[in-house]
Nanobody
């Protein structure tokens, strides 16, 4: 049974940092983080390939967020720095075995999400 369990969300002030974690039960070709704010479409935030470790970021978070993974312990992370109010959203961990990118259609498995709220 596929399991993706996120943790680490919370409330933070503008300019602060949070680290999201995702525990996963199997190995996948690609893992990523997505977010969805109320009334907005889901957005791919970052992705990382198992082979080679290539990373992909949406433009709005490049330079502020870092995706990483610990394959041995089956953990995925998203370090978020310099947070802005527009980063507030439910963040989802996702996994897939297709092409690795921030395109949601390439991911087959999704976690339940963890809420991130950035206040000014």
């Amino acid at each position: 049974q596929v399991q993706l369990v996120e943790s680490g969300g919370g409330s933070v002030q503008v300019g602060g940092s949070l680290r999201l974690s995702c525990a996963y039960s199997s190995s996948y070709r690609c893992m990523g983080w997505f977010r969805q704010a109320p009334g907005k479409e889901r957005e791919g935030v970052a992705a990382i390939a198992t082979a080679g470790g290539s990373t992909y970021y949406t433009t709005s978070v490049a330079g502020r967020f870092t995706i990483s993974r610990d394959n041995a312990n089956k953990m995925l992370y998203l370090q978020m720095n310099s947070l802005k109010p527009e980063d507030s959203a439910m963040y989802y961990c996702a996994a897939g075995n297709r092409h690795c990118s921030t395109y949601g259609e390439y991911f087959s498995y999704w976690g339940q999400g963890t809420q991130v709220t950035v206040s000014s």
